[in-house]
């Protein structure tokens, strides 16, 4: 496509070439024939009385420069144009390729180091090379006031898109996450970048984003090595796959730096404690997210003891035809919420309604192609697949995995 536009530039130019030397050549003959003084006609006869070619030279040699003048001016027009018709379509993905590719830079100097250029904001540091996770330090305010140096686990990126829309890592960035060591960047959030400057952020998260396939199995490549810990006992850390998923990251490699993770969001303390068994008897009490102890999951996910219970298969099936209408499957209910995440302003569960902040794990969002900035702008992604929107897809976690979790959850007491 690239080398499409150019040719296409190439001959644009070529026919602008010729078509302005044609017109300084005639204007210059013109011109210097125009600028002979008149003597007199009693010295020299007028020009405008001068004869002119006589017929045999006005129809002959003269008539055969002017027709090949006008033929090669003819052609040039009628294969110039065209080609340039024909290729404007590869000049415009060029063009769109050069957005697309400038903005990617733009972000990737913000995303560099400190130090590394004037534009470099530092996120590497926090979040890793590429966005695959970090851990940073962290000045902890206590309740007495004092100040605890913490280590901060801090989530991969290159996961991101798979579980938030544009629309929701743009709110995020402009805003920040309080109480934690991700700060607000976006003007709208009292932060110093503009809206362009966090779009570029966007992109270039955008462009380092690992495939569904690829995330699913990291996912199951360290399950199966969280699976195989132990405690110093012997006996092993942890109890279910569901306890693992639900803390995944929570170990020495600091894997994602817990982006996979569903007590980062919903446990206070895991994010920088150190020792498991610290967060254990509060594992799910809520923390940015809301609370899942204490019954919370069985009230808004109500399992269903009537007479005309569902009927289904596995847990987790859907609901077998012959079941009365009406019936709900509360299992499914919440297998799927954690699948697609909640949606903001719609109803889940019996009395919950979404903001649209819980993620999905198990399907990535829809990528609409325009949507609206904090600041109120509307952004028009023009130059990602086409303009068109992106439809929802594959997830970091397969269905089996969110399952684990959600009997995990259900657990929780």
């Given at each position: 496509m ?11 130019w ?25 003597l007199?006609s ?5 020009p ?7 017929d ?6 003269k008539?055969?420069r ?18 340039y ?28 180091p ?13 979040h ?5 996770g ?8 206590q309740?007495?006031?004092?100040v ?11 996961t ?17 996450r ?6 607000a ?11 362009q ?7 270039y998260?955008q ?18 090595k ?7 006992d ?15 990251g ?28 610290q ?14 102890c204490?019954g ?7 399992a269903?003891?009537?007479?005309t ?18 019936c ?13 995440g ?24 829809q ?12 952004i ?12 929802a ?20 007491r």
């Amino acid at each position: 496509m690239t080398f499409a536009a150019v040719s296409n530039e190439t001959i644009g130019w070529t026919i602008f070439v010729v078509i302005f030397v044609g017109v300084i050549v005639y204007a210059s003959i013109n011109i210097l024939r125009g600028a002979k003084p008149e003597l007199g006609s009693e010295i020299e006869l007028a020009p405008n009385r001068k004869p002119y070619l006589p017929d045999d030279q006005l129809e002959g040699p003269k008539l055969d420069r002017t027709l090949s003048l006008a033929l090669v001016t003819l052609f040039v027009i009628a294969v110039g144009l065209p080609l340039y018709w024909i290729l404007e379509p590869g000049r415009q993905a060029g063009a769109t390729k050069d957005f697309r590719e400038t903005f990617e830079a733009r972000g990737a100097a913000m995303f560099a180091p400190v130090g590394t250029s004037l534009d470099a904001l530092g996120c590497e540091g926090c979040h890793g090379p590429k966005g695959v996770g970090g851990i940073t330090n962290y000045n902890l305010i206590q309740a007495d006031g004092s100040v605890k140096v913490v280590n901060w686990r801090v989530p991969a990126l290159n996961t991101a898109l798979l579980r938030f829309s544009r629309e929701e890592l743009t709110y995020i960035i402009t805003y920040g996450r309080t109480f934690s060591p991700m700060p607000a960047w976006g003007v709208a959030g009292g932060g110093a970048l503009n809206d362009q400057q966090v779009q570029n952020l966007v992109d270039y998260i955008q462009s380092i984003q690992i495939s569904p396939d690829e995330a699913q199995q990291a996912a199951k490549d360290e399950l199966a090595k969280m699976m195989a810990e132990k405690n110093p006992d012997g006996s092993p850390k942890w109890a279910s796959e569901g306890e693992a998923l639900f803390n995944m990251g929570f170990d020495s490699d600091n894997f994602a730096g817990g982006a996979y993770a569903c007590a980062r969001c919903h446990t206070q303390q895991w994010s920088y404690t150190a020792d498991y068994s610290q967060v254990k008897s509060i594992m799910g009490c809520g923390a940015l997210g809301p609370s899942l102890c204490s019954g919370s999951v069985d009230r808004q996910f109500p399992a269903n003891t009537s007479a005309t219970a569902c009927t289904s298969g596995a847990a987790g099936a859907p609901a077998a035809s012959s079941s009365p209408p009406g019936c709900v499957n509360p299992i499914q209910d919440q297998i799927d919420f954690v699948t697609t995440g909640s949606e903001n302003g719609k109803k889940y569960g019996v009395h919950g309604q979404g903001t649209g902040r819980m993620p999905g794990f198990g399907s990535s969002p829809q990528q609409p192609q325009s949507y609206t900035a904090p600041d109120g702008n509307q952004i028009t992604v023009f130059y990602e697949n086409n303009g068109k929107s992106v439809d929802a897809g594959p997830g970091m976690l397969p269905n089996d995995l969110v399952e684990k979790i959600v009997e995990y959850e259900r657990s929780l007491r």
